[in-house]
């Protein structure tokens, strides 16, 4: 039963990672990083198009990584969570030190 437990979170941990691994899902991260936007702002800082980054902000909701708010007639994206910064920023730390490996690295497919 132990082991089953590890397999379900380990599998539920990928899955998290999942959710960081887009390319248009980490610019929206990264854009909110800053504090609050609303839709148009993130389309106009990440240049994605207004359909596509509504599709993966609903995405990032549902994984819980962002939560959104009703301002008046806008709805407000923000980062659910200090440490979903955190982890943004400890991933640019590390990044930094092995971006050599990352960017040669041939066995994870690239998007």
Known sequence: ??????????????????????????SILECLLDGPRNVSEIVTVTDLSQPNASNHLSCLRDCGLVTAVQ???????????????????LADEVLAEVARGVYECTRVSQA
């Open 71 to 89: 301002e008046g007639r806008y709805v407000y994206y923000r980062l659910s969570d200090d440490r979903v910064a955190n982890l943004l920023t």
């Open 1 to 26: 039963m132990l082991l089953t437990a590890e397999i379900n979170a380990i599998s539920l941990k990928a899955k998290l990672f999942r959710g960081f691994s887009d390319p248009s899902r980490l």
